[in-house]
């Protein structure tokens, strides 16, 4: 077991303008089937150990048009110790060392009547593994570039409806 925390910090201008950021610590057990999976494809590590994380975000929001329109951006950097990675070639799990996630989010929610709402969002990162050897290697255990799109539909006072997709590069 292992405690973590996350600290933000929030500031709303009479503009509509919000600035935030956080910081945060996680946690991350590996599962059974990543120690001790023995399938055709995967073969599991009983030595796996639990990977831990420091996150920093920075960001800003704008609201307009009465708040109907929310636009925002934010700057985002995480580091892991043993992050739990599998290996391609080898087929199993395996712990890196150290790892990096750096990248940035854009978005936009807008309502353009009481009845919908529509969310779109587009998440680019940069990840990177520090090898055996000591340099850092691009990483493939997550996709450079994510959308994600949310449409809501509010029909009823007490009723919402959601539909959501997300595309993720290879």
Known sequence: SKATWDA???YAFDTGTRLFGNVATGFYAPSLYQRYGDG??????????PESSVSYELGVEQALWDDRLVLNAAVFT????????????????????EAKVRGFELGFSVQPGELMRIDLGWTHV???QKTAG????HSFQMPDDRLTGT?????LDRLKLSLTGRWEDE
């Not at 043993?82 to 060392?97: E, I």
């Open 8 to 10: 933000g910090l929030s």
């Open 40 to 49: 055709s494809w995967v073969k599991g590590n009983p030595g796996l150990e």
């Open 78 to 97: 995480t580091e892991y110790e043993d992050q739990v990675a599998y290996d391609v070639a080898r087929q199993a799990y395996y712990n890196a060392d």
């Open 126 to 128: 940069s990840a990177k």
């Open 134 to 137: 000591g340099t850092w290697e």
């Open 151 to 155: 449409v809501c539909l509010f029909p």
